[in-house]
């Protein structure tokens, strides 16, 4: 009754009643009619069919699976918790973020870098170097250098990336972008630094 203050209670009650008998039976059609329930339609014919509020749809799911019920609590929980937790939200957008290039920064070191390397040594640290010349572009220090002066988040497991705003994170995804097109036209590492310094100043 909580959207439907004319709905028959006592009619509901009837059927309450009854439900545990063989002769019981129950359509859409008779409750609608019976209860002057709302939120839920139903249609005979040719495209015809229930339809029920979300409300409703939900009650009937749970009611015919525990599993759809159990998904059901363990979303509502979720959002929830977003809802109550501004950061969380900030926090999966980071993570995204962060994610949006690297694959396509990481391939291009690989194939133009790597590959062209023949010291095992200098195959094993080309993905830093070339992660901290993105860092030293759009935050004027190396991953090492940012733990040193923030040993406090260190400490935690953090990277200079994981503090970073959503903004810089932008600017990140668009240097890997940037850094991967200059790897393919095989431009020098110190030009390439140029370029990517000027674009984050923008």
Same mark, same amino acid.
Request: net charge negative; aromatic share 8%.
């Given at each position: 009754m909580l959207h439907n203050p004319a709905f028959k209670g006592v009619e509901f009650d009837t059927f309450l009643h009854e439900a545990g008998a063989n002769r019981? #039976? /129950?359509?859409? &059609? *008779?409750?609608i =009619? +019976?209860?002057d329930a709302i939120g839920i339609i139903s249609q005979a014919g040719r495209n015809g069919g229930t339809y029920a509020h979300k409300d409703i749809a939900f009650e009937f799911g749970s009611w015919l699976s525990p599993v759809f019920k159990l998904y059901l609590i363990t979303e509502y929980q979720r959002l929830k918790e +977003? =809802? #109550?937790?501004?950061m969380l939200g900030e926090w999966n957008v980071k993570r995204v973020l962060s994610k949006v290039n690297y694959t396509l920064h990481t391939?291009?070191? &690989?194939?133009f870098i790597i590959l062209k390397v023949d010291v095992e040594r200098e195959k094993a640290y080309a993905y830093a170097d070339e992660a901290d010349m993105l860092n030293l572009a759009l935050w004027a220090c190396t991953a090492k250098q940012w733990r040193e002066a923030n040993p406090e988040y260190a400490r935690k497991g953090l990277n200079i990336r994981d503090t970073a705003s959503i903004n810089e994170l932008v600017v990140l995804a668009n240097l890997e972008s940037f850094n991967a097109e200059l790897l393919k036209r095989d /431009?020098? *590492?110190?030009t390439r630094y140029?370029?990517?310094h000027e674009m984050a100043e923008r």
């Open positions: 019981f #039976n /129950m359509t859409p &059609r *008779k409750w =009619e +019976a209860t +977003a =809802e #109550n937790n501004p391939d291009a070191v &690989r194939d /431009m020098d *590492k110190s140029t370029c990517l």
